[in-house]
């Protein structure tokens, strides 16, 4: 019979003894080294032969496949992995939308050539894709789109518009639901692969309550993508857009329960900026009863949520992918959220209401802009009325009403 503890161990060893190899101690605890393209910082060398190696070795995709380029690991050893880099202050610069949304979709629809052309970027952090979706009139009702795909022969000719495009402004790729078709709605739709260098793009960022521009509005004017581009059947892009969806809705709901999307300032947890501000009473709690109180429900659905969404990541396994149940983790993540930030910002007291200046530390200053920046959480990756709808039909079976 196998020791697996055994297995776990020795990878643990060889985990150590690559990241003694590899990765570049100038790097240590550098939130900096992270996502350098998608936010707009040059790569430092070090931050680029880190990348370049974790790629090569598969690890910046773990579980994948290794015939993707993945790193073929077991559930216990990415988490063997993780721990490793946690310790010598590693971080993981290969993520975005190409990693967490589109690739696990590509590797389920798409052709081996499609396959062989973007895996390479993906899984080495060369490429960063961005989301071609919602339109001004087209939200809520996503099959409603009305950017229009052409057929010109050996290529399809898109004009159009899309809203809400994250990370457009830095991304090297668009996958972008296009119509194809417009007498029909959902069976008119197809997707696309767009390079976003292209001639005749446009990308003009969108200024948010919080002073950054994550979100882009995206111009198509004449563009020109190969047929090859076409990612699944033509005219059968709604069930690929859907399936993405649920990868998307899987990972905004972690993110939201672990922490606070676009979040760049080292935060306190609640109850140490309660305690602090607030001070304790005799017995060492914070010594407001009623936030005390509101703070422990917090804590405890937090928690519940994180054993939730483990459960769903080892059904996932199982089950080839989320379901659509991800509709529910991301509606409890985002009001999760959004009760996080608020509890952040009365805690903070009068520090919770700056804007700028020399009055506010970074982390009140970091605090109020991570408290407007998730108003978004209950909107982006389908907005909680819209999850709630996807639960009721496609979980519960409940009819429409009448």
């Known amino acids: 019979m196998a020791d697996f503890g055994v297995e776990v161990e020795t990878f643990r060893a060889e985990a150590r003894a690559w990241l003694e190899a590899n990765f570049p101690k100038a790097l240590a605890g550098k ?3 992270q996502l350098a393209k998608l936010q707009a910082k040059p790569e430092s060398a070090e931050a680029t032969q880190w990348r370049l190696a974790l790629g090569a070795k598969g690890w910046g995709t773990p579980n994948w496949p290794k015939e993707i380029g993945g790193g073929g690991l077991t559930r216990e050893q990415a988490k063997v992995l993780a721990e490793e880099m946690a310790k010598v202050g590693a971080r993981n610069p290969i993520g975005g939308m190409g990693v967490s949304f589109f690739g696990p979709t590509l590797l389920e629809y798409g052709s081996e050539a499609l396959k062989k052309e973007h895996f390479p970027g993906i899984v080495n952090g060369d490429v960063w894709w961005c989301q ?6 087209s939200g809520s009702d996503l099959a409603s789109l009305q950017t229009f795909a052409e057929d010109k022969g050996d290529h399809y000719l898109v004009n159009g518009s899309k809203i809400w495009t994250s990370g ?38 969108i200024l948010l309550i919080n002073g950054t521009s994550p979100f882009c509005e995206t ?22 857009a859907k399936r993405l969806m649920q990868f998307e809705r899987d990972s905004i709901a972690g993110s939201l329960g672990g922490g606070n ?3 760049t300032v080292a935060m306190p947890t609640i109850p140490e900026a309660a305690k602090d501000r607030l001070g304790v009473d005799e017995q060492g709690r914070l010594d407001e009863p009623d936030l005390r109180r509101r703070i422990t429900d917090h804590l405890m659905e937090n928690r519940a949520f994180q054993q939730t969404m483990k459960r769903a990541a080892d059904d996932a396994r199982a089950s080839n992918g989320p ?10 993540g985002a ?23 020399e009055a506010y530390s970074q982390q009140e200053l970091g605090a ?17 009325e819209i999850n709630l709808n996807i639960v009721s039909k496609r979980v519960l079976g409940l009819p429409d009403p009448k």
Not at 368 to 384: Q, Y
Request: glycine letters at 12%; a positive charge.
């Open 31 to 33: 939130p900096d080294a």
């Open 335 to 357: 009001k999760i959220a959004h009760e996080r930030n608020e509890l952040m910002l009365e805690a903070m007291g009068l520090g919770g209401l700056g804007w700028e200046g």
């Open 261 to 263: 999307i676009g979040q």
């Open 368 to 384: 109020v802009r991570s408290w407007l920046r998730s108003k978004a959480n209950s909107i982006e990756g389908g907005t909680s």
């Open 132 to 137: 071609g979706y919602s339109e001004p009139g």
């Open 323 to 332: 379901s659509n149940t991800a509709a529910i983790m991301k509606y409890a």
């Open 168 to 205: 457009a402004q830095n991304a090297d790729r668009c996958y972008c639901l296009v119509r194809t078709n417009k007498a029909k709605k959902h069976e008119g739709i197809s997707f696309l692969l767009i390079d976003m260098k292209a001639p005749g793009i446009e990308v003009r960022p």
């Open 219 to 240: 111009f198509f004017t004449d563009v020109k993508v190969p047929k090859d581009q076409l990612f699944g059947p033509l005219n059968g892009g709604w069930t690929v």
